[in-house]
Structures are given as structure tokens and as C-alpha cells.
């Protein structure tokens, strides 16, 4: 192994990363609606606060309250007081808010830059969630204004020392696979009534990595990656 490494929180995927993820660095986790983003997404922020760490988990289009009921369902302790749990989920209430997070995260992709820098100069938090930022390139008129914007966030986080992790529901994600540290990739397939599940790691920089489809499954437990198993199909 070369280096420092963090967990994922999920054994599989460390041994598939050689042993973990680059901190410091942004991460994109892919797939459509119901692979698991979320779940993966939460195993790394708990690791985070296992291992004494302090987090900030962005939530953009699931409501905080139904984060918290699944995870806590799945044996995750969503009340640890290293755990900031922040909803930036549009409401149609807002009036009766006291502070507008939609308005101050969701708002752009400098917006979100700018609320997470303040948000860590309240504290330091080392390891840093926004899921998904599918939303967030339709905030910019251009599509090289998001690119310069995205690319600022990756450095600004870069510079503070926190590991990103960032989901998206598009299967097109050119700009944010260029920009970023790594690429996981979650797959479901309907193969005769029978449904799949296959994790793949498209890119990490600075690492050696396993570049095969592994089986996965989401249980009671949460995610559960099975590295040295092939997906057979039928
Ligand atoms: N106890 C459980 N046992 C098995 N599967 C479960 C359990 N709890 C949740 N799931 C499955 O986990 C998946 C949802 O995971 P998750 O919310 O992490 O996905 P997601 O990619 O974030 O979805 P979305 O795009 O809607 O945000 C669903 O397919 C759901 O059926
Ligand atoms: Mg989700």
C-alpha cells in the first residue's frame, strides 16, 4: 500500500481501492435512482466519525428526516455529535424557516463553495458529503462557467485538507469524472426478473485499483461489496 489511506466504511470497496481512499481529495459516486448512493455515501461519513472525525453531510433532494429514518433502520447512528446533518432540500415552506439552507447550498455551485467554506471555519471537518449535485449544473448558464466553478470547489476542499464525496443520478458526468480524484460507478441489470447489482471504479487518481465489476448488495446492514467475486449471470 502507498501512503496514507481512509476507509470507505465498506471493507469490500477498500480492498478494491488497495486500501482506501486518497484523503484530501473529491470523489464522485455514480448511478441511477435506488443503487445505493446514499447508503455508500453515509458508510463513508460513519467511518469518518469512527475514526474521530468530525462530518458534514449535505443532503440536496431527500429530505433529512427520510435520511435519517433509513439509515437508522439499516444500524447507522445518525446522532453522533461529530455527524452535522445539513437539509438543502427545496421546501414549500420556506417562510416558516429560520435559515434557508436550499437557498444557501442548493443555489449554485459557488454558492454551495461558499457555504461549506463557512461552514468550516465553524469546524473542521475532515470529511465532507453532497448527495446527489445532479441539480446543481443546471444553476449555470454555461456549461464552462459550472467547469470553472466545479473545479474551484475541488481546489478550495483540497486546500482545507477534507475528503469529498459527491453523488450524481447522470450516466453523463464528463466534467465531474475529469475534475475529480475518482470515479465509483453502481449498476443494477434486470436480467430475466433477476436484479444485479455491480460496483466499478472507473478511475482513481494516484492508486492502483481493482478494474472489474464486483457484485454488491444492500441489506439490513447496509452496503456489502464482494471483491473477489465475479458477476455470473445467468
Ligand atoms: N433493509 C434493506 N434491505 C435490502 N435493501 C434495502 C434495505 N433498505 C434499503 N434497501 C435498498 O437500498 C436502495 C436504496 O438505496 P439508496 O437510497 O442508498 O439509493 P440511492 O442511489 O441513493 O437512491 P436515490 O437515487 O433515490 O437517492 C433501494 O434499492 C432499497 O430497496
Ligand atoms: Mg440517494
Redesign the pocket.
Known sequence: MNGKRISTGIRGLDLMLRGGLIPGRTYLVK?A????????AVHFAMAGVANGEDVLYVTL??PADNIRA?MT??GFNLNDSRFTLIDATPTSERYVLVEDFFESFAGSMEKMTQAIKEKLRERRYTRIVLD?ITMLKFTSPEEIEYRRAFLSFVKSMGKMGATVLM?S?FQRTDIEEYLVSGVIE?KMFDIQGTLYRGLKILKFRGSGFDHSMRPYK???RGMVVYHDRVISLP
Open positions: 448511478g435512482p435506488g443503487t445505493g448512493k446514499t447508503t455508500l433532494e431527500e433509513d433502520k439499516m446527489p453523488t443520478e453502481l444492500i441489506t439490513s
